[in-house]
């Protein structure tokens, strides 16, 4: 794929140090802009290679290995799908988006970490007690967390990979669904999972003596019709990993959807749902761009992929051996030869002449003092 002209990264180098004063961010978001700024410039270090064949020398610099970087997501992406498809289940597979009204957004602003802690926590909550109800068993999901909208922005959502299979209070295993068109009624976990979430929120709120300030705001909400969405099931394990590829490892922008950077400000392309899912441009300042992108920087350590009951690593293996499926002979890869299968672009060959190799032959170190970081005048949440 062809390098796109525009990136975030240069975004942060225009207009970076303009945001952090006046926006006046905490020091992990500066860090991480920090970040995604030096990705593969001599800041970082990297190398020298010279190819086996024609001769042909070229520098490559290292990558910030961010999750939040759009420049480093694809081989990781990659290797995550791989290790699910060696973990699927030979059993259909169900989607079920959880998303929340937006009027709750004032609330997760005042504690990101603690919000989508809670929010993870009541989705599987919710999965939890229609698989006990439906069908007596334990079911599992994979719970991947987005935090935004085509137009970056502030849009909380969790998607959830639930299997058609469970276990049994007696230990066995037990496929589900009804009639195998549906798994749970959406009509019904809708105002179950209000119902738990905003239980939740009201008990955390009152922990910190702000629920009076945020007391009409749940009752509006609590009126309104909330939003729990299922596809239908999925085939087999080909598509799930075809699916999966799509949620697990994005960024809130990718640098191919930004189409100009100047003293305007930035332009992207973003989805229109609301008008047959047309893409049209939007244009936002150089400051409001990076707020809106900042806002969906998760919390230090965060962990934004989740696995509960059957899929957990302690229920898996269990779970494999009940369907009686033989264990596949894995053939020993190197990451690199992993990356090659299964994306079909090999960094070692020659750019040039498409036969050789590119061998190194030395090694460029890191820049101690860079002049491009950016400094916060203060450490505040903006």
């Known amino acids: 794929m062809e ?11 225009r207009f970076g140090q303009q945001y952090v004063d006046e926006c006046h961010p905490n020091s992990f978001i500066v860090r991480t802009l920090d970040a995604l700024q030096k990705c593969r410039t001599s800041a970082l270090g990297g190398h020298k290679d010279i190819c086996d064949s024609c001769g042909e020398q070229r520098i490559s610099y290292n990558s910030c290995g961010n999750r939040h970087c759009p420049k480093c997501q694809g081989a990781k992406q990659a290797l995550w799908v791989d290790d699910r498809m060696s973990d699927a289940l030979d059993v259909r597979y169900f989607h079920i988006v959880f998303t929340i009204p937006e009027e709750l957004n004032q609330i997760c602003l005042l504690d990101s970490n603690l919000f989508y802690k809670s929010l993870f926590e009541c989705v599987w909550s919710v999965l939890q007690q229609f698989g006990y109800t439906s069908y007596g068993v334990e079911s599992g999901a994979i719970c991947v967390l987005h935090t ?17 299979a469970g276990l049994t209070l007696a230990g ?14 959406v009509l019904m976990l809708s105002p179950t999972f209000r119902s738990i979430l905003l239980k939740k929120l009201k008990l955390q709120l009152n922990q910190s003596n702000q629920l009076p300030k ?10 309104k019709p909330w939003v729990v969405y299922s596809k239908p099931p999925f085939g087999n394990a080909q598509q799930i990993v075809k699916y999966l590829g799509q949620y697990s490892h ?12 100047s003293d305007l400000g930035v332009t992207f392309f973003y989805k229109d749902y609301r008008d047959e899912s047309r893409v049209k441009p939007a244009t936002l300042s150089g400051v409001e761009f990076l707020r809106r992108f900042c806002m969906h920087i998760l919390p230090k350590r965060f962990v934004k992929i989740r696995y509960y009951g059957i899929l957990s690593s302690k229920q898996k293996d269990r779970v494999k051996s009940l369907l009686a499926k033989k264990p596949e002979i894995k053939v020993k890869e190197t990451r690199q030869e992993r990356i090659v299968r299964l994306t079909g672009f090999d960094s070692r060959l020659c750019p040039v002449c498409k036969k050789g190799f590119m061998h190194t032959i030395e090694l460029l170190p890191k820049i101690r003092a860079p002049t491009n970081v950016l400094y916060p005048t203060k450490i505040l949440s903006c």
């Open 148 to 164: 935004w909208g085509q137009n970056l922005s502030l849009h909380p959502h969790i998607h959830c990979i639930v299997p058609a």
């Open 172 to 185: 066995n295993l037990k496929r589900i669904t009804k009639k195998g068109k549906y798994l749970y009624p």
């Open 214 to 223: 945020y007391q009409s705001l749940l009752d509006d909400v609590w009126k």
């Open 3 to 13: 390098r796109p002209q525009f990136e975030v990264a240069r975004i942060v180098d």
């Open 250 to 261: 994005r960024v809130a922008v990718s640098n191919h959807r930004i189409s100009n950077i």
